[in-house]
C-alpha cells in the first residue's frame, strides 16, 4: 500500500489527536471562570430580548393594531356577504324570468 492513501485514510485521526492534545488540559479554575462569562452572556442576551418584545408589544398596542385588524376583517365579511346576497338575488331574477 503506497504511504499516499495511509495518509488519506488516517488525517482525520491525525487532526482529533493534534486538537485534543493541542487544547491542552483546562483547569477547573479556568473552566468555572468560562462558564460564568457564558452564563452572564446569556443572561445579557435574555435581557436585551425582553426588552425589545415588549417593545414591540408596546408599539402594537399603542396602535391597536389588533382593533384595526379586527374591523378590516369584519368589513370585508360585511361586504363578502352583501355580494352573495346580491349575487342570489341576481340568480333568483334570472330563474323567475
Known sequence: MPPRNVLKRSWPILVVALVVFG???VSAEESQGMMERVEATAKQIGE???SKTKAVVKKVEEKHVVDK???KLKKAATKTAEGFEKAGNKIK???ND
Do not use: M
Request: aromatic content about 0%.
Open 23 to 25: 487544547v491542552g488540559p
Open 69 to 71: 385588524v379586527g374591523e
Open 93 to 95: 331574477e334570472k330563474l
Open 48 to 50: 436585551k430580548i425582553e
